[in-house]
């Protein structure tokens, strides 16, 4: 058995997408399954997980909310990112057929995004919890008219078959995760490009948003994403999460830091980590 620290925590069941990012990032860890974000984070905090694996957006869905929400105060660093193709595989019990079917069990979301081929074999969705959750009790039901739509993970781990691959209408569809650290470890600003990761708050002063993204452009610091989210239940209380490329050490990044700061009544970096490979892609 692996030693605690030596895990790295998860939201979502065995076999979920996450699983399968966290095997794909960090095959040299013992994935954790979580039942939530709060205790995916909690079990770094507390140390019986090294890491914690987090998708932060969609490529069809957009940003995944908790996770913004949960990351700044969470005490935890960014310290690396990755992209994480989603292909959808219908799967059943073995022995059963395609054309026998009746059912296609998964996450509502999972099930938006296969129609065309659910409409086309004429299977009627039904709507799980999650996409791993489905595929396990579709492996316990061993209903050969009732299939999950799942990662092909799920399918290994369950014993299920796996009638139909990449069913997913479109191609594109990929999720970025974060990884999380307890210890801060930042990117080497000479060590190729880097992504650096804040929140900050502005003044309440007229056109103080403007004039805090100011220093960005006229330092050429390409924005690759910015986020607004309402904070405690106050519409005049607004935070915003940030991504920029390039490091705190880099003379322009530095000085729009600096000029952000004027305009905030918060800042705080919570990531400087290396940029993917397959983020230009």
């Not at 790295?8 to 095959?27: M, R, T």
């Not at 079917?101 to 296969?114: F, I, K, M, N, Y």
């Not at 479109?170 to 929140?199: C, Q, Y």
């Not at 100011?214 to 005049?236: H, I, P, Q, R």
Request: charged share 25%.
């Amino acid at each position: 058995m692996s030693k605690p620290i030596d895990r790295i925590a998860f939201q979502g069941e065995l076999g979920a997408y996450s699983h399968q990012a966290c095997v794909d990032a960090h095959p040299e860890m013992e994935p954790t399954p979580c039942k939530t974000f709060e205790e995916a984070i909690a079990a770094v905090k507390e140390g019986s997980a090294r890491y914690a694996m987090l998708p932060v957006e969609n490529s069809l869905y957009g940003r995944v909310a908790d996770v913004h929400h949960l990351l700044p105060e969470s005490g935890l660093h960014l310290i690396a990112e990755h992209f994480h193709p989603v292909r959808l595989q219908l799967m059943a019990p073995k022995g059963a057929k395609l054309d026998k079917l009746a059912t296609a069990q998964s996450h509502a979301v999972a099930l938006g995004q296969c129609r065309k081929f659910l409409g086309q074999h004429k299977l009627t969705a039904v709507v799980g919890a999650d996409t791993a959750g489905s595929a396990k009790e579709i492996a316990q039901a061993a209903d050969q008219t009732r299939a999950a739509i799942a990662s092909r993970l799920a399918a290994e781990i369950y014993g299920l078959e796996i009638l139909a691959e990449n069913i997913e209408d479109a191609s594109h569809n990929t999720t970025r995760f974060l990884t999380a650290s307890r210890r801060k470890l930042e990117a080497d600003p000479h060590d190729g490009p880097a992504i650096t990761t804040f929140v900050f708050r502005v003044r309440n002063i007229p056109a103080a948003l403007y004039k805090a993204m100011g220093g960005f452009a006229t330092n050429g610091v390409n924005m690759v994403k910015l986020e607004s989210y309402m904070l405690d239940g106050e519409f005049t209380a607004t935070q915003f999460y940030a991504d920029i490329e390039g490091h705190p050490d880099d003379p322009a990044v530095a000085r729009a830091l600096e000029e952000l700061g004027f305009f905030c009544s918060r800042l705080k970096i919570i990531g400087v980590y290396p940029a993917a490979p397959d983020r230009k892609r």
